[in-house]
């Protein structure tokens, strides 16, 4: 008798338009995943609650901010939220108080539970817990959202290792 194969842990980072902060946590998780070498056991991917960038890479400032420290973005791009996605990921990690909300009144109600804020995972008080937008300002706001970011994804692994057995 064939064994089943583990089935991976999927989870979606949110934020607005999917061109700043949902793709910079959606590479440096995706970084930490394979560098903790458990990216066999983990899915990772990003999404807006908003339509405005479908199909567009990352902000370039985003991008340069990421890759001066080793996380690479530019073949990720932006799409929106599907109401597939509910279903289909087990953490879908908001990066602000208003995209949770978003999330949790387009999501049936079976997969609310799933629907978090990514901070929640991070350890270093002084944060935040929501990932401000850098959109609209200078480049401090792209270096701060890595911090944030780097942050939280330490402790989302942490929280997996020993939340999900299989990894380890």
Avoid: W
């Amino acid at each position: 008798m064939k064994a089943e194969p583990l089935k991976k842990t999927k989870i979606l980072f949110v934020c607005m338009g999917n061109i700043c902060r949902s793709p910079t946590a959606d590479a440096v998780f995706r970084h930490f995943v394979k560098a903790a070498e458990v990216d066999h056991m983990i899915e990772v991917d990003s999404a807006g609650t908003h339509a405005y960038h479908i199909g567009n890479p990352p902000d370039q400032r985003a991008q340069n901010t990421a890759l001066r420290r080793g996380y690479k973005m530019h073949d990720l791009r932006a799409r929106a939220v599907q109401t597939s996605d509910f279903e289909e990921f087990d953490y879908i990690l908001a990066m602000d108080k208003e995209n949770l909300t978003l999330l949790r009144q387009r999501s049936p109600q079976q997969h609310v539970n799933k629907i978090q804020l990514f901070m929640q995972y991070g350890k270093k008080t002084g944060f935040d817990i929501e990932v401000p937008d850098p959109y609209f300002g200078g480049s401090q706001g792209f270096e701060l959202v890595l911090d944030m970011v780097e942050e939280a994804s330490q402790g989302l692994l942490a929280h997996l290792r020993t939340n999900k057995k299989e990894i380890l």
